[in-house]
């Protein structure tokens, strides 16, 4: 099976949404992203995280497949991020981020690692994720890449060498209007192509999924759910079930991409309906196929 690589973050994460709370749960970009893509394909991890980090949360990604021998544990502390929403699922609220060990994590691929066709750099310092890119024996078929504000304001330059050598971006709307300096999603999609990536995926919370792709665009609503608890990780989940799609089937081609956006849509979906991988943790293969075809009757019309 072709096989799939993530760097990203391995979090703990305090969140607070108008429906509850949790401290210190179970997050991470590159966490969500592997836990959905292993309903997909076979998926290894590259990260760091504290000697403070619960076994059982790693215990929980090798229970799914996910090969951890990328995982560094350093000296220190987990990364830690702290946000909130208020009634607008759509915009996380950073309140805090401790890099602790990420700020001198320094990925080592072993060889097995350098050779997958599919990468995905999840959200994390760009400068990591060049470095991750760097150290591939051979260029992946695709490599696509998430990022977020944090680092959009902070390691701009980073981030546009990065985005120089990467096929498909995933980035929220406010995020792809604030890397492009554009209002309008249209103009503000077409802008990050320039920058680099062939594909561009705007993921827009409860208005669904854009895609730029050769220049045309195609467009996923979200399922419509009638209790959302936590958006946290829809994006990363979003993610692994679109890049997780891609390597399962080993093509890359315009009508896979689109079939990769509603299977990313699905999986976002569940996500958000509990908190951390709360509800990825019960999902089974069969509910995912289910709400695939339920996503298709609802945006089919007649002739
Ligand atoms: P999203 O899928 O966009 O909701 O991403 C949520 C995840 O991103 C959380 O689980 C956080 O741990 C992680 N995260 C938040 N800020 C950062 C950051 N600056 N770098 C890497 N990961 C982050």
Redesign the pocket.
Known sequence: MPELLVV??V?L?SVATPFGAVREAL???A??FAYAASFFTGIRLVATVGADFPKEHLDLLRGRGVDLSGLQISDGRT?R?T?EYGYDLNE?K?LD?QLNV?ADFKPVLAPPLRRAPFLFLA???PVLQLDVLRQMDERPRLVAL?T?N??IQGKKADLLRVLREVDVVTI?DGEARQLAGEANLIRAARAIAAMGPKTVVVKRGEYGALMLCDGLFFMAPAFPLDAVYD????????AGGFVGHLAAMDRVDPSTLRRAVVYGSVMASFTVEDFSLNRLTRLTSEEIGARYDAFQSLTRVEA
């Open positions: 990203g973050s979090a994460d997050g991470g970009s966490t969500y990364f991020w946000g996380a950073t981020t990420f959200n994390i310092d998430d977020m944090f680092w929220n958006p946290t990780g829809a994006g990363d989940t979003f």
